[in-house]
């Protein structure tokens, strides 16, 4: 009898909020994991269980710089994602983004392997269409301090469209709308995180401008099986659907369509944390941050048949929850 072997997976930005769930689902579906991170922004303690796996290995590199190995499936999530992390080091953050996508891109095309990029919905900047549709070019300020994030990623867009058009890369991208649950690092200065980790220790929950601005929240659950749908589709499939819709290249939101304001949501983690003696207070908005966000996921809905499951409350309490193990451990 033949013995299957595993196919074999890269994770870039494995030790991170996103890669450490990826890992995790990639070894139960029975998958051989080689696992990058710096450790910049990620952190060993997300992946420590995954260590007594057999078929999980950790590697401390910089994506900046290439990388070799055979694998069957490269997914690229290294890059910082959150503000306080990426405008603390914006270069470095615009080389994750460039220079990370083009060594993955190069490893790819070198060893036929598929490579799923992870982009995000910064794309569409401050966006002027809502909600935002793949088609939508965005709005997005080249020169602000958000620019290094938002425009790495529009750029590793680019660099995937381009080495897939020139050199038949099999590449495909999520642009990810905002996504939280556990693994979220506690000082990572996302909206959840921050009011999660404020309402915790009793402290006022900032809000910017009036609060009415809108996000749509995705728990990550629902994300993870979006890009392993994606990534399992054919070729054929993916090349006929891109053609069908126009898409110059292989794009999907990949978000929660339920809007909601910032307001709501830190009203929602109060009511979820009634011991809590944290109250509401407002700063002035912060430079190009976006008004209003909200995927249209029609896309993703066609192609892969998914639509996220998992509603804001109950994501939320398992949030809570971890963070409440964090900060007790």
């Known amino acids: 009898m033949e013995l299957k072997m595993p196919k074999k997976a890269l994770v870039t930005g494995a030790a991170g909020f996103l890669g450490s769930h990826l890992c995790r689902r990639l070894l139960d579906e029975g998958y051989e994991v080689t696992a990058l991170d710096n450790l910049f922004t990620g952190t060993k303690d997300n992946i420590l269980s995954l260590f007594e796996n057999r078929r999980f290995s950790f590697v401390l590199h910089d994506v900046t710089q290439p990388f070799w190995g055979q694998f069957d499936e490269i997914y690229n999530l290294a890059c910082p994602a959150s503000p306080i992390h990426y405008q603390h080091n914006p270069v470095e953050t615009l080389k994750a983004s460039v220079l990370g996508m083009m060594n993955m891109l190069d490893l790819a095309l070198k060893t036929k392997a598929r490579l799923l990029h992870t982009s995000t919905s910064e794309i569409y900047g401050d966006p002027l269409v809502h ?22 990623k529009r750029c590793a867009e680019t660099l995937a469209a381009d080495y897939r058009r020139e050199y038949g890369v099999d590449v495909r991208m999520v642009r990810i709308f905002n996504t939280y649950g556990p693994n979220m690092h506690p000082k990572d200065g996302r909206v959840i995180s921050n009011f999660i980790m404020q309402a915790l220790s009793n402290d006022d929950i900032t809000l910017f401008g009036d609060g009415l601005q809108t996000r749509s929240f995705q ?107 964090l900060v007790a451990g």
């Open 219 to 325: 728990y990550c659950d629902d994300l993870i099986e979006a890009i392993r749908r994606y990534m399992a589709l054919p070729l054929e499939t993916v090349d006929a659907f891109c053609a069908k819709c126009g898409l110059g290249a292989p794009v999907i939101n990949v978000g929660n369509p339920g809007e909601y304001t910032v307001k709501q949501l830190a009203e929602e983690i109060l009511r979820q944390m009634p011991e809590s003696r944290s109250k509401l207070v407002y700063r002035p908005m912060p430079q190009d941050d976006p008004k209003r966000r909200k995927p249209d996921i029609t896309l993703a809905k066609e192609l892969l048949g998914w639509e996220p499951k998992i509603p804001l409350n109950e994501g939320l309490a398992k949030t809570i929850a971890y963070f409440r193990n």
């Open 131 to 152: 909600p935002q549709v793949e088609t939508y070019w965005g709005n997005v300020n080249t020169i602000g301090v958000r620019s290094c994030y938002d425009e790495g």
